[in-house]
């Protein structure tokens, strides 16, 4: 038996009257559309519901099934202790999903208290399962959960899940339905969580409009900048659904869509059309193509880069001589050098040198490329299969020079900061710091020195060589 439903509902709290006291009155369209899905749900009166949400327990490598008897949750952190939701897990399924993910070679847990205890939590309903199911409940109880939460890896994994999903559904012949949760961007006005930002609206005009054709390719291949800049947690619920609708023909119905709070709600059904080829192969195609093209136009800087970390965690093995592409001026001059990475346009890891520790440009890249993937402690080492989904950058850095505050200017300086042997830096012209005192806040910070302790200011400038 396939899926029966697939649905995209966002879960702002204030949604539910108990929390909004009356400001749910402003998003009253969200609310009329959640309810009639809570209707559509109770007509197909499934056995289990399967919630895909960004706010459960996160990894950042790997899946997280919830796995106990049953799961509670609360609003009280919203200040509403007693809504609340009490669900039996569909552990089978749940296992059914866990073990394919383990043959098909997708990172996921399975989530119990006793795993949990080492990270001082414990299962439980995360408001992105609850707010949803809050309008489901409202008509329909006869069901048990299976909870995922989904982890930051490439869309072309977090597709095939959703195919697992479905074929677990199949194997099992369980009578299910599929919700992503998820909000569209945090961006949509000044009074939002994150400011506004232009790629907020155009984000959620082209993530729905491409979800009512049933065109998976359009959202995959979504602008990665436009992604990042909007600040939404709903994309990826949405890249697992379309998976767990591989080899379907369908459209979206979109029901309404709000974005009252500087936050885009979008609520939508899906209705199959007819059987459709994979549309898994041309999927792949695309990443390949977009990631060997990305080689050959990346400039040396780059490049060398990239092949420097692949070589390493294909090989183990550092690269031992410079390729041919490698320029005069990288192999002769002495420059300190940061590489970042990226992935899906977000901080991936960054390892860099405010003045040289090598030979040359060439040599410092090879060495921070590595560091960079490996050893940046803000994230986990970066595996041979996520390389393809990472966008390199090197900044070569003018040598410092003592600068006063009234002589920087973030969007063409980076700024060093020094007090009493600590030091911060902060690269220029970053998204969202526009300020020098934004600027200096953050590399104080970084540096762990305090903002009325004496400390001495170093500008420098950075020559950026991107993939494109």
Do not use: W
Request: glycine share 8%.
């Amino acid at each position: 038996m396939s899926l029966k439903g697939y649905y995209l509902l966002p879960h702002p709290p204030i949604v539910l009257p108990e929390v909004g006291r009356g400001e749910e009155q402003k998003i009253k369209r969200t609310s009329e559309s959640m309810d009639a899905i809570g209707k559509d749900i109770a007509k197909k009166a499934p056995d289990t519901i399967i919630i895909v949400t960004p706010h459960g327990i996160m990894f950042q490598d790997a899946i997280v099934l919830s796995c106990e008897n049953e799961m509670s949750g609360s609003m009280k952190k919203f200040g509403v202790p007693d809504v609340s939701l009490k669900l039996p897990v569909q552990k089978k399924l749940t296992q059914k999903i866990y073990d394919l993910a383990q043959t098909e070679g997708i990172p996921a847990l399975l989530a119990t208290n006793q795993l949990m205890k080492k990270y001082n939590t414990s299962v439980a309903i995360d408001h992105g399962t609850l707010v949803p199911l809050y309008f489901v409940s409202k008509h329909y109880n006869n069901y048990k959960l299976v909870h995922i939460t989904y982890a930051p890896l490439g869309d072309i994994e977090l597709y095939r899940l959703g195919i697992i999903i479905n074929k677990a559904v199949e194997e099992l012949n369980e009578n299910a339905v599929f919700i992503a949760s998820g909000d569209l961007s945090h961006r949509l006005s000044e009074e939002g969580p994150y400011g506004y930002h232009p790629s907020g609206e155009k984000f959620d005009k082209e993530f729905l409009e491409a979800l009512q054709e049933g065109d998976v390719k359009r959202v995959f291949c979504m602008d990665k900048n436009v992604i990042c800049n909007a600040e939404e947690c709903g994309r990826r619920s949405a890249a697992v659904m379309l998976g767990a609708l591989e080899g379907k023909k369908f459209k979206g119905e979109l029901l309404s869509y709000e974005g009252t709070f500087g936050v885009g709600y979008g609520i939508m059904k899906f209705n199959t059309l007819s059987e459709d080829t994979s549309r898994l192969f041309d999927l792949e195609t695309i990443r390949k193509e977009a990631y060997e093209n990305k080689i050959q136009n990346s400039d040396p800087y780059v490049r060398l880069a990239r092949e420097s970390l692949t070589t390493y965690l294909k090989t183990g093995n550092e690269l031992n001589s410079l390729p041919e592409y490698v320029t005069e001026e990288m192999k002769k001059e002495k420059r300190g050098v940061f590489v970042s990475l990226k992935k899906n346009g977000e901080l991936r890891g960054c390892i860099g040198t405010i003045f040289p520790v090598t030979e040359s440009i060439a040599l410092e890249i090879l060495h921070n490329a590595i560091e960079a993937g490996t050893n940046d402690p803000r994230f986990y080492e970066v595996d041979f299969q996520e390389i393809m989904d990472i966008d390199f950058s090197v900044d070569v850095l003018t040598a410092p020079e003592p600068a006063q505050k009234d002589e920087l200017n973030p969007a063409e300086y980076g700024v060093i900061v020094r007090s009493k042997g600590k030091t911060g830096l902060l690269l220029p012209d970053l998204e969202g710091i526009d300020t020098v005192e934004e600027q200096l806040s953050i590399a104080l910070d970084k540096a762990d020195i305090r903002p009325d302790e004496d400390y001495s200011i170093q500008k420098f400038k950075v020559i950026r060589h991107r993939e494109e």
